[in-house]
C-alpha cells in the first residue's frame, strides 16, 4: 500500500491505517528502536506509541512521506524512554554518540534545550545540506539512527578508521558552523 493510501485510511479515522503502518513500516522503526533500546519490552511499547502517536498526530498533520514520519517518532519516543530508564546508568551507542558530540561544545554536554531546539535543527540540516552525500550517510547514522562506527563501516564499504575520521572532521566543521550560527561560543 502506498503512503498516499495509507494516509488517506487516517483521515478517514480507519483503523487500518495502524495495521498497514505496522505491516509496511513496523521492521523498520523497530531497527531504529533497538539501536536505542536494549529491552524487548520497552521497543515493544516504543512501537506501540509510535502508532498512537500517528493516529493522534493525523489529522490535522497529513505528511507525504511515511517512513521519516514514523522514524522521528520512534527515534524520539525510544530516545525519552531511553532517559527515563537511565537517568542512573550509562551505557550503549546513543551515550556514546551523545558523549561524541558534546565535544563541540569543549566536552560539557550540550544544554538539552539546545539540543531539541527548533533552530539549531534548521542549522544543522543547513550544514548537513552542504556536506557530501557520504558526509551526511555517515553522520546521519551516527548520530540520528546510532549505529556504531563499524556497522557504519560495513553499510558503507569502508574501514573503521575512515569512518572515524569522516566524523571527526565533520563534527569540526560543524562546530565551526554552530559558531558562526551563534550557537557555540
Known amino acids: ?69 514514523f522514524a522521528r517518532i520512534t527515534r524520539n519516543l525510544a530516545i525519552d524512554r531511553w532517559r527515563k530508564r537511565n537517568t542512573e546508568k550509562r551505557g550503549g551507542q546513543m551515550t556514546l554518540a551523545l558523549e561524541e558530540l558534546s565535544e563541540l561544545s569543549g566536552g560539557t554536554p550540550l544544554p538539552q534545550e539546545l539540543v531539541e531546539g527548533k533552530e539549531l535543527e534548521r542549522a544543522i540540516r543547513s550544514f548537513l545540506s552542504g556536506c557530501s552525500q557520504n558526509q551526511r550517510n555517515v553522520f546521519l547514522r551516527r548520530y540520528f539512527f546510532f549505529d556504531s562506527t563499524e556497522e557504519i563501516a560495513r553499510r558503507y564499504a569502508m574501514r573503521e578508521s575512515n ?10 566543521k560543524l562546530k565551526v558552523y554552530l559558531q558562526k550560527e551563534g550557537f557555540l561560543p
Open 1 to 69: 500500500m502506498e503512503d498516499a493510501e495509507i494516509v488517506a485510511l487516517y483521515l478517514a479515522r480507519q483503523e487500518a491505517a495502524i495495521a498497514e503502518s505496522e505491516r509496511k513500516y513496523g521492521a523498520y522503526c523497530c531497527s531504529i528502536a533497538q539501536r536505542i533500546l536494549d529491552c524487548r519490552e520497552d521497543i515493544q511499547e516504543t512501537l506501540n506509541d509510535t502508532w498512537l502517536r500517528a493516529w493522534n498526530a493525523i489529522p490535522p498533520e497529513a505528511p507525504t512521506a511515511l517512513r521519516p514520519y
Open 163 to 172: 569512518v572515524l575520521n569522516l566524523l571527526s572532521r565533520t563534527k569540526k
